[in-house]
């Protein structure tokens, strides 16, 4: 979707570094959502926004932080990245609870 | 805790073969079932379904949904190689605090031969 960014495309990092995934989305959604996608696991979620400094976890925000100033950016933040963390990271964007859920182009993150 | 199975986990058909890809739910709380496609990128939505026995369509794919027996087909008829990809079926949540939260199954690997 066009209205919906990641950056950067692709990252490699060492272990122990901090790491900050951006999402951008130019569609004044509401609803904001990271996901990470392993091979056998499908898409997994790690946390969610639902508006402005509002944000909840997902099913495995273990290591991971979230943050939303403004309602164009959700960022992700992985404080002291693990090679567990080796994933692709999708953000998507929602109008509402009862909307899809429309995704951006996807970050490749490796750990070494 | 909510759950999606898809069957199978691959499928390789040559083309004109028509398909069908099953999705299984344990939800507490169901709101809709959403399909996507995914080729080497970002998933894109297809369906979103909420109700039984309505079929969507959209030139040669349709849906499904059964909510008595908890699930949904997706129909590929005259595949095409370029419906190769991985088809993902989702759940969403409507209940307390899950704001829509969408639960993924592993998805169904489709590869058409010419």
């Known amino acids: 979707d066009a209205g919906i960014t990641q950056s950067p495309r692709h990252k490699v990092t060492e272990t122990g570094t901090p790491v900050t995934l951006r999402c951008h989305q130019t569609e004044n959604h509401r609803y904001m959502y990271w996901y990470r996608q392993d091979p056998g696991h499908g898409l997994r979620l790690i946390h969610y926004s639902y508006g402005v400094k509002d944000t909840d976890k997902g099913e495995v925000s273990d290591g991971y932080s979230v943050s939303r100033s403004k309602t164009e950016d959700f960022l992700l933040t992985l404080e002291s990245a693990t090679s567990s963390q080796t994933s692709v990271y999708f953000c998507?964007?929602?109008?509402?609870?009862?909307?899809?859920?429309?995704f951006g182009p996807g970050t490749r993150l490796t750990v070494l | 805790e909510d759950k999606v199975v898809q069957s199978p986990l691959s499928l390789v058909v040559h083309e004109g073969d028509t398909v069908t890809l099953n999705c299984s739910y344990e939800?507490?709380?169901?709101?809709?079932l959403l399909w996507y496609k995914q080729e080497k990128k970002a998933p894109t939505f297809l369906f979103m379904l909420t109700s039984s026995g309505i079929e969507k369509k959209s030139g040669r794919l349709s849906s499904i949904l059964d909510k008595k027996e908890l699930f949904s087909i997706l129909n590929i008829t005259a595949t095409q190689t370029g419906d190769s990809a991985v088809y993902l079926c989702a759940v969403k949540d409507a209940g307390g605090t899950s704001y829509g939260k969408l639960t993924f199954g592993q998805g169904t690997i489709l590869t058409v031969h010419p």
């Open positions: 939800v507490t709380n169901f709101r809709s």
């Open positions: 998507a964007m929602g109008r509402g609870v009862e909307d899809t859920q429309y």
